[in-house]
């Protein structure tokens, strides 16, 4: 049986609880353990929350792209205009939808929205260094690492707890159009 075409759209205010949710059930906990991207290796406590999510709704400069499924959210990401690059974070799939290609087609979608919102070159994100086989997806989608890294903010709570003292963040880039 073929999986349904995912629809795209812009989040709004009543969606913010879902969205959290999706994101904690994709990286946090035990849920997470049922897909490939979890963090709870890495990180306990939480992902995100909804006055984060909320803000990411609130900024003009970005937009929150969910995808949904028979009409239920299964991915999201946000795309914020950063100058010629967008950058593309809080990118979520449904745990159990990861590995059958939704993740694939809400980054060409984002690509496509960041382009036609934006005029974007490129597009920017950060993945946590420690994290080989998620680095290994989007350089398989046309991502490079740029030599720069960030720290992990420690003492944050909003981003989680860490379970070590070696995390960072690895700066990723790739011209918009990039095959994906």
């Given at each position: 049986?073929?999986?349904?075409?995912?629809?795209?759209?812009?989040?709004?205010?009543?969606?913010?609880?879902?969205?959290?949710?999706?994101?904690?059930?994709?990286?946090?906990?035990?849920?997470?353990?049922?897909?490939?991207?979890?963090?709870?290796?890495?990180?306990?406590?939480?992902?995100?929350?909804?006055?984060?999510?909320?803000?990411?709704?609130?900024?003009?400069?970005?937009?929150?792209?969910?995808?949904?499924?028979?009409?239920?959210?299964?991915?999201?990401?946000?795309?914020?205009?950063?100058?010629?690059?967008?950058?593309?974070?809080?990118?979520?799939?449904?745990?159990?939808q990861?590995?059958?290609?939704?993740?694939?087609?809400?980054?060409a979608?984002a690509?496509?929205?960041?382009?036609?919102?934006?005029?974007?070159?490129?597009?920017?994100?950060?993945v946590?260094?420690?994290?080989?086989?998620?680095?290994?997806?989007?350089?398989?989608?046309?991502?490079?690492?740029?030599?720069?890294r960030?720290?992990?903010?420690?003492?944050?709570?909003?981003?989680?707890?860490?379970?070590?003292?070696?995390?960072?963040?690895v700066?990723?880039?790739?011209?918009?159009?990039?095959?994906?």
């Open positions: 049986m073929t999986e349904p075409a995912p629809v795209f759209r812009e989040a709004r205010a009543e969606d913010v609880g879902a969205v959290v949710a999706l994101v904690e059930s994709a990286y946090r906990g035990e849920s997470s353990r049922r897909g490939w991207t979890t963090e709870a290796d890495l990180l306990d406590g939480q992902r995100t929350d909804p006055a984060g999510i909320t803000a990411v709704l609130d900024d003009p400069a970005s937009v929150l792209l969910l995808a949904e499924v028979d009409g239920r959210l299964r991915g999201c990401c946000e795309l914020r205009s950063v100058g010629e690059a967008v950058y593309f974070g809080t990118f979520a799939v449904d745990p159990e990861q590995g059958a290609g939704l993740g694939g087609r809400l980054l979608e690509d496509a929205q960041a382009v036609r919102r934006w005029g974007a070159r490129a597009l920017e994100m950060t946590i260094a420690q994290r080989a086989d998620l680095l290994a997806w989007y350089e398989r989608r046309g991502f490079r690492r740029t030599g720069e960030k720290p992990f903010p420690y003492g944050d709570e909003r981003f989680g707890r860490p379970r070590r003292d070696d995390l960072e963040f700066v990723l880039r790739r011209a918009t159009g990039a095959a994906g």
